[in-house]
């Protein structure tokens, strides 16, 4: 019992500290919600946002992404030991077991979720062998770990079959070019944030590899404006309103260049803030005008 009892205290560190499970959680029942509403866009239905196959593509969401997350700390063991000795798991406040038993779990329950509500077992193992191949750095861990640009071209992809996966609690048949394109639009805040995170100024660049310090830092904000504006054009088309589309994607662009002609610091450091509101705002802003759409 008291091992238990210490084994939820030192969960409950790495959550706190490593792995806030709200804002996933959050995403996760948006992006869901999103999917039916673009669902409703096409199909010219009014189905609620609140069912069944949302919960169990939220669920599912979540699930993974934990053990994603988990997954990164297993990946990042012998870097952390050098640069980041202070966080829980390489300082010993946390154990690896713990955090292994817990990805253990959260993988139990998307199977879980798979069981009662899934439609594609194709979907449901192509997410399960991704996972697996990302964390074994698709059998090439000194190639991959090192090279940013390849981790990027070789992890991100996941998180398109992810949503495809997700999309298939909704649909039997998802193969279609417009239901591509609801799954295509939500992948894109993913490879945006995790280029927003990892820019620099040339003076803050060490031995963490950013892309900054790979394209500088004028070049690499490009690239989260390009996947950023192609959300914000596919949610443009599926609701026939480019106007909130297109002033969010004014207002970040201008902030880019504000960065761009004159950085800081400081602006550095708020560009992933800056991109997450806008990815949090355009999200929200699908989510309202499907909901008038549908009418409840």
Request: aromatic content about 16%; charged content about 15%.
């Given at each position: 019992?008291?091992?238990?009892?210490?084994?939820?205290?030192?969960?409950?560190?790495?959550?706190?500290?490593?792995?806030?499970?709200?804002?996933?959680?959050?995403?996760?029942?948006?992006?869901?919600?999103?999917?039916?509403?673009?669902?409703?866009?096409?199909?010219?239905?009014?189905?609620?946002?609140?069912?069944?196959?949302?919960?169990?593509?939220?669920?599912?969401?979540?699930?993974?992404?934990?053990?994603?997350?988990?997954?990164?700390?297993?990946?990042?063991?012998?870097?952390?030991?050098?640069?980041?000795?202070?966080?829980?798991?390489?300082?010993?406040?946390?154990?690896?077991?713990?955090?292994?038993?817990?990805?253990?779990?959260?993988?139990?329950?998307?199977?879980?979720?798979?069981?009662?509500?899934?439609?594609?077992?194709?979907?449901?193992?192509?997410?399960?062998?991704?996972?697996?191949?990302?964390?074994?750095?698709?059998?090439?861990?000194?190639?991959?770990?090192?090279?940013?640009?390849?981790?990027?071209?070789?992890?991100?992809?996941?998180?398109?079959?992810l949503h495809?996966?997700?999309?298939?609690?909704?649909?039997?048949?998802?193969?279609?070019?417009?239901?591509?394109?609801?799954?295509?639009?939500?992948?894109?805040?993913?490879?945006?944030?995790e280029v927003?995170?990892?820019?620099?100024?040339?003076?803050?660049?060490?031995?963490?590899?950013?892309?900054?310090?790979?394209?500088?830092?004028r070049i690499?904000?490009?690239?989260?404006?390009?996947?950023?504006?192609?959300?914000?054009?596919?949610?443009?088309?599926?609701?026939?309103?480019?106007?909130?589309?297109?002033?969010?994607?004014?207002?970040?662009?201008?902030?880019?260049?504000?960065?761009?002609?004159?950085?800081?610091?400081?602006?550095?450091?708020?560009?992933?803030?800056?991109?997450?509101?806008?990815?949090?705002?355009?999200?929200?802003?699908?989510?309202?005008?499907?909901?008038?759409?549908?009418?409840?």
């Open positions: 019992m008291n091992a238990v009892k210490n084994w939820i205290k030192r969960v409950g560190i790495f959550v706190l500290e490593r792995f806030n499970p709200v804002p996933i959680i959050l995403l996760s029942f948006l992006a869901s919600a999103a999917i039916q509403l673009a669902l409703n866009f096409i199909d010219q239905t009014k189905v609620s946002i609140f069912s069944f196959p949302v919960l169990a593509s939220t669920l599912s969401s979540f699930f993974i992404l934990m053990v994603m997350r988990i997954a990164d700390e297993f990946k990042d063991r012998e870097l952390d030991k050098v640069l980041f000795k202070d966080r829980c798991l390489p300082s010993g406040r946390v154990h690896y077991q713990d955090i292994a038993i817990l990805a253990f779990l959260a993988l139990a329950g998307f199977v879980a979720v798979f069981l009662i509500w899934g439609n594609s077992l194709l979907l449901f193992a192509a997410v399960l062998i991704y996972v697996f191949l990302f964390y074994k750095y698709f059998f090439l861990p000194e190639l991959i770990s090192k090279n940013l640009i390849l981790a990027f071209i070789t992890h991100n992809p996941i998180v398109l079959v495809l996966y997700m999309l298939s609690f909704f649909k039997e048949n998802i193969w279609s070019w417009d239901y591509f394109l609801i799954a295509f639009a939500l992948t894109m805040p993913s490879g945006s944030w927003a995170r990892k820019i620099r100024v040339p003076q803050d660049e060490n031995d963490y590899t950013t892309y900054s310090k790979v394209f500088g830092f690499a904000p490009i690239f989260p404006i390009i996947e950023l504006c192609l959300m914000a054009s596919i949610f443009s088309w599926l609701t026939k309103n480019p106007y909130v589309f297109t002033s969010l994607a004014v207002l970040y662009i201008s902030y880019v260049l504000i960065f761009q002609i004159a950085p800081t610091r400081k602006k550095a450091s708020l560009l992933q803030n800056i991109t997450e509101a806008y990815i949090l705002l355009s999200v929200i802003g699908f989510v309202t005008l499907g909901v008038m759409n549908s009418g409840f």
